[in-house]
Protein backbone atom coordinates (compact mmCIF):
# COMPACT_ATOMS: atom_id res chain seq x y z
CA UNK A 1 0.00 0.00 0.00
CA UNK A 2 3.02 2.23 0.86
CA UNK A 3 4.79 1.44 -2.56
CA UNK A 4 1.30 2.54 -4.34
CA UNK A 5 1.05 5.84 -2.87
CA UNK A 6 4.27 6.75 -3.43
CA UNK A 7 4.54 6.05 -6.68
CA UNK A 8 1.16 7.54 -7.42
CA UNK A 9 2.42 11.04 -5.16
CA UNK A 10 5.37 10.77 -7.60
CA UNK A 11 3.32 10.54 -11.04
CA UNK A 12 1.88 13.75 -9.47
CA UNK A 13 4.77 15.54 -9.12
CA UNK A 14 6.31 14.78 -12.70
CA UNK A 15 3.14 15.96 -14.27
CA UNK A 16 3.31 19.10 -12.04
CA UNK A 17 7.01 19.59 -12.70
CA UNK A 18 6.79 19.10 -16.69
CA UNK A 19 3.44 21.49 -16.65
CA UNK A 20 5.91 24.19 -14.70
CA UNK A 21 8.63 23.33 -16.84
CA UNK A 22 6.35 24.12 -19.80
CA UNK A 23 4.35 27.48 -18.26
CA UNK A 24 7.87 28.82 -18.05
CA UNK A 25 8.34 29.25 -21.73
CA UNK A 26 4.88 30.19 -22.78
CA UNK A 27 2.95 33.06 -22.46
CA UNK A 28 -0.11 31.75 -20.68
CA UNK A 29 -2.99 34.51 -22.21
CA UNK A 30 -6.63 33.21 -21.47
CA UNK A 31 -8.09 35.92 -23.66
CA UNK A 32 -6.50 34.29 -26.82
CA UNK A 33 -9.17 31.84 -26.22
CA UNK A 34 -11.40 34.24 -28.08
CA UNK A 35 -10.34 33.48 -31.61
CA UNK A 36 -12.14 30.49 -31.44
CA UNK A 37 -15.45 31.43 -31.58
CA UNK A 38 -14.22 32.37 -35.29
CA UNK A 39 -13.99 29.11 -35.88
CA UNK A 40 -17.19 27.54 -33.87
CA UNK A 41 -18.08 25.51 -37.42
CA UNK A 42 -15.12 23.38 -36.79
CA UNK A 43 -14.70 23.01 -32.97
CA UNK A 44 -18.26 21.56 -33.25
CA UNK A 45 -17.58 18.98 -35.47
CA UNK A 46 -14.45 18.07 -33.11
CA UNK A 47 -16.79 17.74 -30.80
CA UNK A 48 -19.05 15.58 -32.79
CA UNK A 49 -16.60 13.33 -33.60
CA UNK A 50 -16.34 12.01 -30.08
CA UNK A 51 -19.90 10.29 -31.35
CA UNK A 52 -18.58 8.11 -33.72
CA UNK A 53 -15.61 7.63 -31.49
CA UNK A 54 -17.02 6.17 -27.97
CA UNK A 55 -20.01 4.73 -30.87
CA UNK A 56 -16.59 2.58 -32.19
CA UNK A 57 -15.34 1.66 -28.72
CA UNK A 58 -18.38 0.63 -27.54
CA UNK A 59 -19.11 -1.77 -30.16
CA UNK A 60 -15.23 -2.87 -29.79
CA UNK A 61 -15.86 -3.60 -26.40
CA UNK A 62 -19.08 -5.73 -26.92
CA UNK A 63 -16.98 -7.33 -29.87
CA UNK A 64 -14.17 -7.91 -27.49
CA UNK A 65 -16.19 -10.03 -24.50
CA UNK A 66 -18.70 -11.42 -27.35
CA UNK A 67 -17.43 -15.14 -26.42
CA UNK A 68 -18.00 -14.35 -22.95
CA UNK A 69 -20.82 -12.70 -22.55
CA UNK A 70 -23.53 -10.91 -24.59
CA UNK A 71 -23.33 -7.63 -23.28
CA UNK A 72 -25.92 -4.65 -24.10
CA UNK A 73 -24.70 -1.39 -26.17
CA UNK A 74 -25.64 0.97 -23.09
CA UNK A 75 -23.92 -1.41 -20.60
CA UNK A 76 -20.50 -1.23 -23.06
CA UNK A 77 -21.11 2.49 -23.36
CA UNK A 78 -21.37 3.17 -19.97
CA UNK A 79 -18.01 0.91 -19.03
CA UNK A 80 -16.29 2.62 -21.38
CA UNK A 81 -17.37 5.82 -20.25
CA UNK A 82 -16.28 5.03 -16.75
CA UNK A 83 -13.18 3.56 -17.47
CA UNK A 84 -12.32 6.85 -19.78
CA UNK A 85 -12.69 8.95 -15.89
CA UNK A 86 -10.55 6.11 -14.34
CA UNK A 87 -7.56 6.89 -17.09
CA UNK A 88 -7.42 10.65 -16.33
CA UNK A 89 -5.48 9.35 -13.09
CA UNK A 90 -3.75 6.32 -14.10
CA UNK A 91 -1.41 5.47 -15.75
CA UNK A 92 -1.59 3.62 -19.43
CA UNK A 93 -4.67 3.55 -19.90
CA UNK A 94 -5.10 1.25 -16.73
CA UNK A 95 -8.59 2.38 -15.44
CA UNK A 96 -10.03 0.36 -18.78
CA UNK A 97 -9.38 -2.83 -16.38
CA UNK A 98 -11.84 -1.38 -14.22
CA UNK A 99 -14.38 -1.98 -17.40
CA UNK A 100 -14.38 -5.70 -15.56
CA UNK A 101 -16.59 -4.21 -12.49
CA UNK A 102 -19.02 -3.00 -14.49
CA UNK A 103 -19.87 -5.40 -16.93
CA UNK A 104 -20.65 -8.25 -14.63
CA UNK A 105 -18.98 -11.03 -16.70
CA UNK A 106 -18.58 -14.71 -14.88
CA UNK A 107 -14.83 -14.68 -15.78
CA UNK A 108 -12.35 -13.96 -13.35
CA UNK A 109 -10.52 -10.29 -13.16
CA UNK A 110 -7.33 -12.74 -14.00
CA UNK A 111 -8.69 -13.64 -17.47
CA UNK A 112 -10.14 -10.26 -18.31
CA UNK A 113 -6.81 -8.68 -17.87
CA UNK A 114 -5.44 -11.13 -20.80
CA UNK A 115 -8.08 -10.07 -23.11
CA UNK A 116 -7.78 -7.07 -21.89
CA UNK A 117 -3.71 -6.86 -22.80
CA UNK A 118 -4.34 -7.78 -26.18
CA UNK A 119 -7.15 -5.05 -26.99
CA UNK A 120 -4.53 -2.31 -25.86
CA UNK A 121 -1.87 -4.57 -27.75
CA UNK A 122 -3.46 -4.36 -30.35
CA UNK A 123 -4.23 -0.29 -29.66
CA UNK A 124 -1.06 0.09 -29.51
CA UNK A 125 0.43 -1.21 -32.91
CA UNK A 126 -1.80 0.47 -34.76
CA UNK A 127 -0.94 3.32 -33.14
CA UNK A 128 2.67 2.52 -33.59
CA UNK A 129 2.30 2.35 -37.18
CA UNK A 130 0.44 5.83 -38.06
CA UNK A 131 3.38 7.29 -36.18
CA UNK A 132 6.24 4.84 -38.47
CA UNK A 133 4.48 5.28 -41.11
CA UNK A 134 4.24 9.31 -41.24
CA UNK A 135 7.51 9.65 -40.23
CA UNK A 136 8.96 7.83 -43.57
CA UNK A 137 6.38 9.97 -45.16
CA UNK A 138 6.61 13.38 -43.73
CA UNK A 139 9.89 15.26 -44.54
CA UNK A 140 10.65 15.27 -40.63
CA UNK A 141 14.60 15.12 -39.56
CA UNK A 142 14.55 14.19 -35.87
CA UNK A 143 18.07 13.19 -36.15
CA UNK A 144 18.90 16.86 -35.48
CA UNK A 145 16.45 16.81 -32.67
CA UNK A 146 17.40 13.54 -30.71
CA UNK A 147 20.90 13.31 -31.83
CA UNK A 148 20.44 9.60 -33.68
CA UNK A 149 21.33 8.47 -37.17
CA UNK A 150 17.97 8.13 -39.28
CA UNK A 151 18.81 4.74 -40.11
CA UNK A 152 19.36 4.13 -35.80
CA UNK A 153 15.83 5.34 -35.79
CA UNK A 154 14.43 2.95 -38.15
CA UNK A 155 15.75 0.07 -36.21
CA UNK A 156 14.29 1.23 -32.83
CA UNK A 157 11.18 1.53 -34.66
CA UNK A 158 11.66 -2.04 -36.01
CA UNK A 159 12.52 -3.08 -33.05
CA UNK A 160 9.33 -2.00 -31.16
CA UNK A 161 6.88 -3.29 -33.70
CA UNK A 162 8.65 -6.58 -33.76
CA UNK A 163 8.24 -6.51 -30.16
CA UNK A 164 4.57 -5.70 -30.02
CA UNK A 165 4.07 -8.49 -32.41
CA UNK A 166 5.17 -10.99 -30.37
CA UNK A 167 3.35 -10.31 -27.42
CA UNK A 168 0.23 -10.06 -29.31
CA UNK A 169 0.88 -13.35 -30.44
CA UNK A 170 1.67 -14.67 -27.08
CA UNK A 171 -1.18 -13.37 -25.96
CA UNK A 172 -3.77 -14.64 -28.39
CA UNK A 173 -2.47 -18.15 -28.23
CA UNK A 174 -3.21 -18.55 -24.14
CA UNK A 175 -6.99 -16.99 -25.53
CA UNK A 176 -7.11 -19.00 -28.58
CA UNK A 177 -10.82 -17.83 -29.72
CA UNK A 178 -8.97 -13.90 -29.81
CA UNK A 179 -7.02 -15.35 -33.01
CA UNK A 180 -10.50 -14.62 -34.83
CA UNK A 181 -11.29 -11.66 -33.68
CA UNK A 182 -7.87 -9.61 -34.23
CA UNK A 183 -8.60 -8.75 -38.00
CA UNK A 184 -11.89 -6.78 -36.61
CA UNK A 185 -10.08 -5.09 -33.67
CA UNK A 186 -7.41 -4.34 -35.90
CA UNK A 187 -10.27 -2.54 -38.24
CA UNK A 188 -11.72 -0.86 -35.16
CA UNK A 189 -8.25 0.70 -34.05
CA UNK A 190 -7.76 1.71 -37.03
CA UNK A 191 -10.89 3.60 -38.03
CA UNK A 192 -10.84 5.20 -34.00
CA UNK A 193 -7.70 6.49 -34.31
CA UNK A 194 -8.31 8.05 -37.64
CA UNK A 195 -10.99 9.86 -36.25
CA UNK A 196 -8.60 11.16 -33.12
CA UNK A 197 -5.99 12.46 -35.69
CA UNK A 198 -8.77 13.90 -37.95
CA UNK A 199 -9.91 15.82 -34.78
CA UNK A 200 -6.24 16.72 -34.13
CA UNK A 201 -6.15 17.97 -38.15
CA UNK A 202 -8.80 20.41 -37.35
CA UNK A 203 -7.19 21.96 -34.17
CA UNK A 204 -4.29 22.33 -36.28
CA UNK A 205 -6.12 23.99 -39.25
CA UNK A 206 -8.10 26.32 -36.29
CA UNK A 207 -4.52 27.48 -35.19
CA UNK A 208 -3.39 28.21 -38.64
CA UNK A 209 -0.19 26.06 -38.03
CA UNK A 210 1.90 25.80 -40.96
CA UNK A 211 2.48 21.59 -40.71
CA UNK A 212 0.87 18.71 -42.93
CA UNK A 213 -1.10 15.36 -41.83
CA UNK A 214 1.75 13.11 -41.65
CA UNK A 215 4.06 15.59 -38.92
CA UNK A 216 1.01 16.14 -36.97
CA UNK A 217 0.31 12.45 -36.88
CA UNK A 218 4.02 12.21 -35.74
CA UNK A 219 4.28 14.63 -33.21
CA UNK A 220 0.75 13.72 -31.64
CA UNK A 221 0.91 10.36 -31.99
CA UNK A 222 4.12 10.34 -30.54
CA UNK A 223 3.56 12.56 -27.77
CA UNK A 224 0.46 9.72 -27.22
CA UNK A 225 3.00 7.16 -27.04
CA UNK A 226 5.09 8.56 -24.22
CA UNK A 227 2.20 9.47 -22.58
CA UNK A 228 1.91 6.01 -22.21
CA UNK A 229 4.86 5.55 -20.00
CA UNK A 230 3.56 5.24 -16.19
CA UNK A 231 5.35 7.79 -14.63
CA UNK A 232 2.50 11.04 -14.54
CA UNK A 233 -1.23 10.71 -13.98
CA UNK A 234 -2.90 9.86 -16.72
CA UNK A 235 -0.02 10.83 -19.11
CA UNK A 236 -0.82 15.15 -18.46
CA UNK A 237 2.07 16.37 -18.59
CA UNK A 238 4.36 14.16 -20.31
CA UNK A 239 2.05 14.43 -23.41
CA UNK A 240 2.21 17.66 -23.10
CA UNK A 241 6.10 18.57 -23.25
CA UNK A 242 6.42 16.15 -26.02
CA UNK A 243 4.73 18.15 -28.14
CA UNK A 244 6.12 21.42 -26.92
CA UNK A 245 9.43 19.97 -27.45
CA UNK A 246 8.85 18.84 -31.06
CA UNK A 247 7.11 22.30 -31.73
CA UNK A 248 10.06 24.03 -29.93
CA UNK A 249 12.98 22.18 -31.32
CA UNK A 250 11.58 22.32 -34.95
CA UNK A 251 10.74 25.84 -35.05
CA UNK A 252 7.32 25.45 -35.49
CA UNK A 253 5.57 28.90 -35.27
CA UNK A 254 2.39 28.02 -33.20
CA UNK A 255 0.63 29.25 -29.99
CA UNK A 256 1.59 26.23 -27.63
CA UNK A 257 -0.99 27.76 -24.94
CA UNK A 258 -3.70 27.12 -27.43
CA UNK A 259 -2.34 24.00 -28.57
CA UNK A 260 -2.06 22.53 -25.05
CA UNK A 261 -5.46 23.41 -23.93
CA UNK A 262 -7.32 22.27 -27.29
CA UNK A 263 -5.23 19.25 -27.08
CA UNK A 264 -6.15 18.31 -24.12
CA UNK A 265 -9.99 19.37 -24.28
CA UNK A 266 -10.11 15.84 -25.88
CA UNK A 267 -9.52 13.71 -22.92
CA UNK A 268 -11.70 16.52 -20.59
CA UNK A 269 -14.73 16.47 -22.64
CA UNK A 270 -16.01 12.87 -23.19
CA UNK A 271 -15.44 13.13 -18.98
CA UNK A 272 -18.16 15.14 -18.34
CA UNK A 273 -20.49 12.39 -19.69
CA UNK A 274 -18.79 9.64 -17.89
CA UNK A 275 -18.75 11.62 -14.70
CA UNK A 276 -22.84 11.37 -15.17
CA UNK A 277 -22.17 7.54 -15.30
CA UNK A 278 -19.73 7.24 -12.51
CA UNK A 279 -22.06 9.48 -10.10
CA UNK A 280 -24.93 7.28 -10.58
CA UNK A 281 -22.73 4.18 -10.76
CA UNK A 282 -21.76 5.04 -7.31
CA UNK A 283 -24.73 5.98 -6.11
CA UNK A 284 -26.39 3.00 -7.16
CA UNK A 285 -23.87 1.03 -4.99
CA UNK A 286 -24.76 2.67 -1.94
Not at 118 to 145: A, R, T
Not at 146 to 165: E, H, M, R, T
Not at 203 to 217: Q, R, S, V
Request: one cysteine or more.
Amino acid sequence: MLFKNLKYIFSILVSVYLFQRIGQQIYLNFSELKILKNYLGQLIIIILLFFPIFYLLTLKLIFLIKNIKSVKFFTSLKATLIAYNYNLFLPAKSGDFFRHKYLDLKISFKNFFKINIVEKLISFFVLFCFVFLSYLLSNLDISKIVDLSKLYILFIFFLILIGNLYFIKKFINKENYLKSKFLNLLGFDILIWSLQFFQLFLIINILGIKIDIFEIIFIFGTSIIVGLIPISIGGFGVRDYVIFFFFTNMNIEANMFLILILFNVRYLLPVLIGLIFSIKSFQNEK
